[in-house]
């Protein structure tokens, strides 16, 4: 059912196209011989246009984990309060995009900063193509402004990091090895029902990954503090660690995923993707040179635009 819905997706826009073209195809004739106008051609042309770069976008989302819910998690970087309001400043960026587009957005672990803002958070983010259209967000994002939380007024930079993962179905088949889990229970923090603070329902997963192409060790370690119910939390970290595990094996397979792992630099200078200067209102992407002044906009959610620059420059080359 999901190729053919795919499949009609495909069609739907060939059709789309073909008959813009069609119908500027028209247009023009009638323009020669004085019953259309100039005018009419022109919008014409513009319909025609756009559905073929409509089209062009979505061929740019072919690869197997495009089509898939993603992972998107949000570490602040060194500078204390400042960098951790900044994290906050992006997912409420992140989750006003996921909202606006129709996503079901859900925080399923999030670590408050110690005076203000968070030092990092995990957002699931379900919907078609979500993976597809968030992986170019994967990198170090750096603001510049006027802090706050400074008490002489000056100019600050802050750094936070993004990293975006494909969350995983039933239809991936993904090797866990159970004798390499442990799992550690806690209780979930923050205002709320009558479990919270009481009950030991959120959990701690731990995995002793072993790279089996280079033999390096790594501990996979995720938290899970979604809901009340511990066997439900229990259920998400796992969908979690698969999701992780599926993203290294494609990493593996695809060697130009390089470009959309920029975000496993480290969260300083020179290694930015994207920088968002509040004072010189201006929000530019350092891969392909896309800017707006619509600095607003960006922190509301409006990053389409960043997004269908990064796939139109790079997903082909996936």
Known sequence: MQTVKDLKKWLEMYREVSDAADELELAFEYAKEGIASEEDVDKAFARTKGSVENLEFRNMLR?????MNCVLKINSGAGGTESQDWASMLMRMYVR??????????ISNILDG???GIKT????????????????????HRLVRVSPYNAQGKRMTSFASVFVTPLVDDTIEVNINPALISWDTFRSSGAGGQNVNKVESGVRLRYQFKDPYTGE????????????????????AMRHLRSILYDKEMQHRLSERAKVEAGK?????GSQIRSYVFDDRRVKDHR????????????DGKIDGFIKAYLMEFAGGE
Not at 217 to 236: A, S
Not at 288 to 299: A, E, F, R
Request: glycine fraction near 10%; proline fraction near 1%.
């Open 63 to 67: 690869e197997e984990a495009d089509r």
């Open 97 to 106: 995009w996921g909202e606006s587009n129709g996503y079901k957005v859900t």
């Open 114 to 116: 110690d005076d203000a």
């Open 121 to 140: 958070v995990s957002i699931n983010i379900e919907g078609d193509f979500a993976y597809g259209y968030l992986k170019g967000e994967n990198g170090v």
């Open 217 to 236: 060790e790594e501990e996979i370690l995720i938290e899970n503090t979604e809901t009340r119910d511990q066997p439900k939390n229990r259920e998400n």
């Open 265 to 269: 630099k480290k969260i300083e200078w």
């Open 288 to 299: 392909t040179n896309y800017q707006t002044s619509d600095v607003g906009g960006v922190m």
